[in-house]
Every structure is written in C-alpha cells, then in structure tokens.
C-alpha cells in the first residue's frame, strides 16, 4: 500500500493506520504494530517500533448492552454534580450510580461508570433502559471533560473520540 510521504512520525504512523483502515486491512479498537526509521526518509535507518490502537480510543472498560451511542458527555465525580450539569441525551459519566440521579439516567443516551461489579446500579439500569453501559472505566472522571463528544461501544466495551 503506497500512501503520500510525511516528514514527522506523528503524521506518518495516523496516515498509515487510516489508510490500512480505510483498505479494510485492520478495524477500529484492534491493535496493530508499526515500525519505522527515524529520521524518516533515510533508509536501512528502522530504528523504531510502536503499538498502536486502531481509532482514537479514550479508554476501556466492560461493555454491557450491546448498543452504541454517540453524544457528548456529562462527567461528575458524584451524583451532585450529575443533578447539576446533566443536559438531557448526554453520557452520563461518574465513579458510580444510585437511585439519586434515576431521573438523569432515564433521559441519558448512555452510561460511564469506574466500578467494575457486573451487577452495579448502572448495569441494571442500563439493561432496564437499553442503553449502552461501560462499567470498569478507570480514572474515567478524571479523563474525560464535559462536553467532549464520544462513541461508546457496549459491545467492544470502548469510548473514543469521534472526529
């Protein structure tokens, strides 16, 4: 596959992962290994390797519901802060939830949530809605912002960045 020339590593290694992507060669989510020679254009100079997710991958966790949705994001580090910020059809995103936020749930496109147990509030929830729920989200407060518009995978169990 022969893709335009770039001069810096950062462009070369998005241009070569979207172009393999776009030829159905490799799929978002999945990894890929990529190696090179720095500086670039000089050759028996590959000197470099890197993995690298496919898309542009925020973070993982556990998907639950196999659904997908797409909207911006409401990010509290508790249930105040959810009460107080939620827009209706937003990703809800806190460390975890209870019946005090039921009413920004019920309105919410999907569900973002630190702890891991399969069983949570927000497992159950999302089942008795069908939205797509992403439990095990580490340092998810503290990674996503407010406002950012993401995909949330209940299947691959992702949040990228839709761009």
Same mark, same amino acid.
């Given at each position: 596959?022969?893709?335009?020339?770039?001069?810096?590593?950062?462009?070369? =290694?998005?241009?070569? &992962?979207?172009? +393999?992507?776009?030829?159905?060669? &490799? @799929?978002?989510?999945?990894?890929?290994?990529?190696? *090179?020679?720095?500086?670039?254009?000089?050759?028996?100079? /590959?000197?470099?390797?890197?993995?690298?997710?496919? !898309?542009?991958?925020?973070?993982? !966790?556990? !998907? $639950?519901?196999?659904? @997908? +949705?797409?909207?911006?994001?409401?990010?509290?580090?508790?249930? @105040?802060?959810?009460?107080?910020? =939620?827009?209706? !059809?937003?990703?809800?995103?806190?460390?975890? /939830?209870?019946?005090?936020?039921? +009413?920004? $749930?019920?309105?919410?496109?999907?569900?973002? &949530?630190?702890?891991?147990?399969? %069983?949570?509030? #927000?497992?159950?929830?999302?089942?008795? $809605?069908?939205?797509?729920?992403?439990?095990? *989200?580490?340092? +998810?407060?503290?990674?996503?912002? %407010?406002? #950012?518009?993401?995909?949330?995978?209940?299947? @691959?169990?992702?949040?990228?960045?839709?761009?």
């Amino acid at each position: 596959m022969l893709i335009k020339e770039e001069y810096n590593t950062d462009d070369l =290694f998005e241009h070569a &992962v979207e172009a +393999a992507e776009s030829a159905g060669i &490799v @799929k978002s989510g999945e990894l890929v290994v990529i190696s *090179a020679g720095v500086p670039l254009g000089v050759a028996g100079m /590959t000197n470099l390797i890197k993995v690298h997710v496919v !898309g542009h991958i925020l973070l993982r !966790g556990t !998907g $639950l519901v196999s659904k @997908k +949705a797409s909207a911006s994001l409401c990010v509290g580090k508790d249930a @105040k802060e959810i009460q107080e910020n =939620f827009k209706s !059809g937003e990703i809800v995103v806190v460390k975890k /939830t209870d019946n005090s936020i039921i +009413a920004q $749930l019920k309105q919410a496109a999907g569900i973002v &949530v630190e702890t891991d147990d399969p %069983n949570c509030h #927000a497992a159950v929830v999302g089942y008795s $809605l069908d939205i797509p729920v992403i439990i095990g *989200a580490t340092h +998810a407060t503290d990674i996503l912002k %407010n406002g #950012a518009i993401v995909t949330i995978d209940g299947e @691959k169990g992702t949040i990228s960045c839709n761009s």
